[in-house]
């Protein structure tokens, strides 16, 4: 019998720790339980291998922070960002530093389990090689040359505007062009687009 597969929880909400450890223990996990940044990075380096769940929102150190510092202590857990809504440009800048995934609240069990799933499996060295990047890029591949550009834009985090601008063409036009690659990728909300930009490699261009 093998031993259950270490969580580490990081986030300073309370109710958030508890709901997560009931719903993960009772998945069968072995979960560890963080009130912040600080606790976690001061025991990282003597902890099991296993998987990271960081809010991206913290007072004592945010997620980005946390996720630099495990990387400069050389501790290579795969890493996910829990975040809010209206956080998705600090889950992309974590995506762009390495972290695994991200997921934004509230989030379901069925997500939570399979991101924590695909993390497991891969390493962050790894990323550009596995299934999940293959899937990923695959469902890229529908898209037109513009809505590709359109997508690498939201990508590097610009408004409407600005993608509009440099491609020559209007905000009303770049809204149509985000609306139709959402349609294509069967997602509902931009965070879901960019995770499949990301799991496809570094932006969207494959």
């Given at each position: ?26 998945s069968?996990?072995a979960?560890?339980l963080?009130?912040g940044?600080?606790?976690?990075l ?13 809010d ?5 150190m ?20 829990m ?12 995506m762009?530093?390495g ?6 609240k ?9 991101c ?6 891969q390493?962050?060295a790894?990323?550009g090689a ?10 890229l ?5 513009r809505?590709r ?26 809204e ?6 959402m349609?294509?990728l ?21």
């Amino acid at each position: 019998m093998t031993d259950p597969y270490p969580l580490y929880v990081v986030d300073d909400d309370e109710a958030i720790r508890r709901s997560l450890s009931f719903l993960l223990r009772t998945s069968g996990f072995a979960v560890h339980l963080f009130e912040g940044g600080l606790p976690f990075l001061k025991a990282a380096g003597g902890l099991a291998p296993g998987c990271v769940l960081l809010d991206v929102r913290m007072p004592d150190m945010d997620g980005l922070d946390v996720q630099r510092a495990l990387r400069a202590r050389g501790v290579l857990l795969p890493v996910v960002i829990m975040t809010g809504h209206g956080d998705v440009d600090m889950a992309v800048a974590a995506m762009k530093a390495g972290a695994s995934d991200f997921i934004e609240k509230p989030f379901d069990k069925q997500s939570l389990l399979a991101c924590i799933e695909a993390a497991r499996k891969q390493s962050v060295a790894a990323r550009g090689a596995s299934a999940r990047a293959q899937e990923a890029q695959a469902r890229l591949n529908i898209l037109t040359d513009r809505e590709r550009d359109v997508l690498n834009g939201l990508v590097e985090g610009l408004p409407n505007k600005t993608i509009a601008y440099d491609l020559g063409i209007s905000p009303r036009t770049v809204e149509i062009h985000r609306a139709n690659l959402m349609q294509k990728l069967e997602v509902k909300s931009l965070a879901e687009a960019l995770r499949i930009a990301f799991h496809a490699g570094d932006g969207a261009t494959g």
